[in-house]
């Protein structure tokens, strides 16, 4: 534990010592980029352009940010040039690039310049006024859906545009067939990524001022027994983690933790999965891409409410007053407590209660029964779901409404 805090030290200061010089050098070349602001919206009274950066440090915008701006392209969003020529460059946020197979995949979408040219002239082309039409569509900031999110339903009318081909299918069924013989890909399956504090722990420790997202691993035994019984394989995903599955069954397979990975079935399994099991992390974005249904589990903060997601549930942590009362979906919308984190809901006094193993598991056959299709008396939430609707601010709403809360979920307290 020791050597882990000294190394995450040593790459801090490493992370700010080179933020510090890009921002001298930034200061000390600004002539030249100003420069290149000129040069650029020249260009641009000729052939239209738009430039922007690709974030490679963190596989969820690396995926759904760059999805989302195709999508709403082809179907003529406003914002979007459809003839323009869209340059990118490539930063990480001192991180690794979290996948280089999709990276290199996106190549054949835009065309790319370096970065220590084009992220200064984008940087500088924001603050001179008059550059929206120079730069690559982006929404970011409170009351508006983010760029990761479907705000016209651009995803429902277009097809994945990530080029995977059947030669990278059948390279990965390949593959699989050498490290997990007894996976079939082609029977049904549901992949799970429980995000806990191990990737921020080793590549971002400075961001672990907030835990809100994260859940124990340990509570979804329930839903996996479920899927098991079912005769559903599941597959756990993700890139670090400290806590291996202490489920064991032959149709479980702890791909996080087995030395297995790969870059090509990090993208193949989401893919082809009947589902997803998530807490809202950068895995489930290519079920998101790949337009498969996600069961949002221990969700929070509330604002983000993935409500556009087609076919999709949301189970959200619940919020507690200390003295073990649970606040009510009116309090939580009235008073703002949808947007805050857990530091700042400790606060106020109040806190974030994960959700149950049994919880859990309702959830996970919930998601199961409609997805085959099967009837649901919903006769006894449909009017608090509604009345729930209503309460939900508008902005989180703008994508349409084609998720649900689990109905475990819905009633105002926990029965």
């Known amino acids: 534990m020791q050597n882990l805090l000294t190394n995450s030290h040593q790459r801090l200061k490493r992370i700010n010592y080179r933020l510090h010089l890009g921002r001298v050098i930034n200061l000390s070349l600004s002539p030249l980029w100003i420069f290149g602001v000129i040069l650029l919206r020249i260009v641009n009274l000729v052939k239209p352009v738009q430039l922007g950066g690709i974030n490679a440090g963190r596989l969820g915008h690396l995926v759904m940010d760059t999805e989302m701006f195709l999508a709403e392209r082809e179907v003529g969003c406003p914002g979007y040039r459809m003839n323009s020529v869209n340059l990118r460059y490539v930063w990480t946020a001192g991180l690794p690039v979290c996948n280089q197979l999709i990276l290199d995949l996106w190549h054949s979408q835009f065309r790319f310049g370096p970065r220590w040219i084009l992220q200064p002239v984008d940087t500088w082309n924001r603050k001179i006024p008059r550059g929206n039409a120079t730069q690559t569509p982006w929404r970011k900031g409170p009351n508006i859906l983010n760029q990761h999110n479907d705000l016209y339903g651009a995803l429902m009318r277009t097809e994945p545009h990530l080029p995977i081909t059947n030669v990278h299918f059948q390279q990965a069924e390949r593959v699989l067939a050498h490290i997990r013989p007894d996976f079939d890909i082609n029977k049904p399956y549901v ?146 407590l949808f947007t805050l984190k857990q530091r700042e809901l400790t606060a106020r006094g109040i806190e974030l209660v994960p959700n149950s193993p049994q919880e859990l598991r309702l959830a996970v056959e919930e998601m199961t029964l409609r997805l085959n299709g099967e009837k649901i008396d919903s006769c006894k939430v449909d009017c608090e779901w509604q009345r729930l609707i209503d309460l939900i601010p508008s902005y989180l709403k703008a994508g349409g409404v084609r998720a649900r809360i689990v109905e475990e979920f819905i009633p105002d307290q926990p029965e």
């Open 191 to 336: 992949c799970i990524h429980i995000r806990d504090a191990s990737y921020f722990e080793h590549y971002q420790p400075q961001n672990r001022e907030d835990a809100t997202r994260d859940a124990e691993i340990s509570d979804y035994e329930l839903a996996l027994r479920f899927l098991v019984a079912s005769s559903v394989q599941v597959v756990r995903m993700g890139a670090i983690s400290n806590l291996p599955l202490t489920f064991r069954d032959d149709l479980v397979w702890d791909y996080a933790c087995d030395g297995s990975r790969s870059e090509l079935l990090d993208i193949v399994l989401p893919a082809r999965c009947s589902f997803f099991i998530s807490t809202l992390s950068g895995p489930d974005k290519l079920a998101q891409l790949f337009r498969r249904p996600v069961l949002f589990t221990n969700l929070a903060p509330l604002k983000s409410l993935s409500l556009w997601m087609e076919n999709s549930l949301i189970a959200p942590k619940r919020l507690r007053y200390q003295n073990g009362c649970y606040l009510t979906w009116s309090e939580i919308f009235s008073h703002n």
